[in-house]
């Protein structure tokens, strides 16, 4: 069974930087579907980055061209980098998988397309 565990949330001010990191433990990295969620409290889980293949991903426009998704199947991980922060993307950051068995990714934003999930990082920015 795949196994997830993010990390690298803190505190920030608006505008700064933070990256986290998702390592992928219990199966090849490569058999999985991934994804980056958020949730803040009173609102449902969002889906912001959903990988297609090693070089394409879709990204909610409340993301878009300030989030980039990765991930290396040599360290089984993936990562967001996360640029320009606002205090609206304040939330609990999660990443998902689910196997592929149709042999592609649709970089489904869904979260009932996923079925398992790390325990989250915390992001707060501040204004």
């Known amino acids: 069974q795949v196994r997830l565990a993010e990390s690298g949330g803190d505190s920030v001010e608006s505008g700064g930087s933070l990256r986290l990191s998702c390592p992928v433990s219990g199966a090849p990295l490569g058999r999985y579907c991934m994804a980056w969620f958020r949730q803040s409290p009173g609102n449902e889980r969002e889906g912001i980055a959903g990988a297609i293949n090693y070089r394409t991903t879709k990204y909610s426009e409340s993301v878009e061209g300030r989030f980039t998704y990765s991930q290396s199947n040599a360290e089984s991980a993936l990562y967001l980098q996360m640029t320009d922060l606002k205090p609206e993307d304040t939330a609990m950051y999660f990443c998902?998988?689910?196997?592929?068995?149709?042999?592609?990714?649709?970089?489904?934003?869904?979260?009932?397309?996923?079925?398992?999930w790390g325990q989250g990082t915390q992001v707060t920015v501040s204004s």
């Open positions: 998902a998988a689910v196997e592929n068995i149709r042999g592609s990714c649709s970089g489904s934003l869904r979260k009932y397309d996923y079925d398992v």
